[in-house]
């Protein structure tokens, strides 16, 4: 198995940036079936009709989880919060990842699941214009995150992302252990145990690209089988199981995954 894309895009400023990337095997069997329903059972309010995807509980269970590159869009020290939408318009979107040690399977307590991504013109917070939008600029929307719960579950809501120049549509995440909250909502230390990227059904992106705002967006799409960064690998490589809010796209969309993580 290779750890790296074949190829690069020189126009792609995130394939500049790499992320030594690891392999990370989490261990199956019953108890990991045991674990994939429990953490299945906190995302069962969010799961629709959909019938792009399997149902959560089959589809959150341990697996291979890669590493990928972190981009040049990261920004240290974001809000500690649930929601990081910040009112930007486009689908709604609520993320529940599960995640658990590589070795045991056991869910992970307390740690800090991180999210960043663009908003529905392909326009990161502290970096807009780089996708050609003019938009106010907070430094601060569509990022944040959430310490897991006794089941390792994270829970955060925001919108289904854009856009931009030779990228397919996704979302960073990190898992850090061992983080301080700040009196202010941020957080500060800890240690970095995970980088990698979130991924969507090119069924889902092409209706929910129709919908304004994201059909204002005038940067050509890049698929998911023509990204230099995402693999192929499925949910081993970030693919979120995605099931539908209500009967159109609009009324937004569920996504899971289980993270496999190396604790030391």
């Given at each position: 198995?290779?750890?790296?894309?074949?190829?690069?895009?020189?126009?792609?400023?995130?394939?500049?940036?790499?992320?030594?990337?690891?392999?990370?095997?989490?261990?199956?069997?019953?108890?990991?079936?045991?674990?994939?329903?429990?953490?299945?059972a906190?995302?069962?309010?969010?799961?629709?009709?959909?019938?792009?995807?399997?149902?959560?509980?089959?589809?959150?269970?341990?697996?291979?989880?890669?590493?990928?590159?972190?981009?040049?869009?990261?920004?240290?020290?974001?809000?500690?919060?649930?929601?990081?939408?910040?009112?930007?318009?486009?689908?709604?979107?609520?993320?529940?990842?599960?995640?658990?040690?590589?070795?045991?399977?056991?869910?992970?307590?307390?740690?800090?699941?991180?999210?960043?991504?663009?908003?529905?013109?392909?326009?990161?917070?502290?970096?807009?214009?780089?996708?050609?939008?003019?938009?106010?600029?907070?430094?601060?929307?569509?990022?944040?995150?959430?310490?897991?719960?006794?089941?390792?579950?994270?829970?955060i809501?925001?919108?289904?992302p854009?856009?931009?120049?030779?990228?397919?549509?996704?979302?960073?995440?990190?898992?850090?252990?061992?983080v301080?909250?700040?009196?202010d909502?941020?957080?500060?230390?800890?240690?970095?145990?995970?980088?990698?990227?979130?991924?969507?059904?090119?069924?889902?992106?092409?209706?929910?690209?129709?919908?304004?705002?994201?059909?204002?967006?005038?940067?050509t799409?890049?698929?998911?089988?023509?990204?230099?960064?995402?693999?192929?690998?499925?949910?081993?490589?970030g693919?979120?199981?995605?099931?539908?809010l209500?009967?159109?796209?609009?009324?937004?969309?569920?996504g899971?995954?289980?993270?496999?993580?190396?604790?030391?």
């Open positions: 198995m290779t750890d790296t894309p074949s190829s690069t895009s020189s126009s792609n400023p995130e394939s500049r940036n790499p992320v030594a990337r690891r392999t990370v095997l989490v261990a199956g069997g019953a108890t990991a079936a045991a674990l994939a329903v429990g953490g299945a906190s995302a069962g309010a969010s799961r629709g009709t959909g019938q792009d995807t399997a149902p959560v509980a089959a589809a959150a269970v341990c697996t291979l989880t890669r590493e990928m590159t972190e981009g040049p869009y990261y920004l240290d020290g974001q809000y500690v919060r649930a929601d990081i939408s910040e009112g930007k318009p486009g689908v709604p979107l609520k993320l529940t990842l599960t995640v658990v040690d590589d070795d045991t399977c056991a869910p992970l307590r307390g740690a800090l699941v991180e999210l960043w991504h663009a908003d529905a013109l392909g326009e990161y917070s502290g970096f807009v214009g780089n996708n050609g939008h003019s938009e106010p600029d907070n430094g601060t929307f569509l990022r944040g995150g959430v310490l897991t719960n006794s089941a390792g579950v994270a829970v809501t925001s919108v289904y854009g856009w931009y120049v030779g990228r397919c549509i996704h979302i960073h995440v990190k898992v850090h252990t061992g301080t909250l700040t009196s909502g941020h957080f500060t230390g800890g240690r970095e145990i995970h980088t990698g990227q979130l991924f969507f059904s090119e069924t889902v992106t092409t209706r929910v690209a129709a919908i304004s705002p994201y059909s204002t967006n005038r940067v799409r890049t698929t998911l089988a023509r990204d230099s960064i995402y693999d192929g690998g499925g949910a081993a490589s693919l979120l199981t995605l099931s539908a209500g009967s159109s796209p609009s009324a937004g969309y569920a899971a995954l289980t993270l496999g993580v190396e604790t030391s």
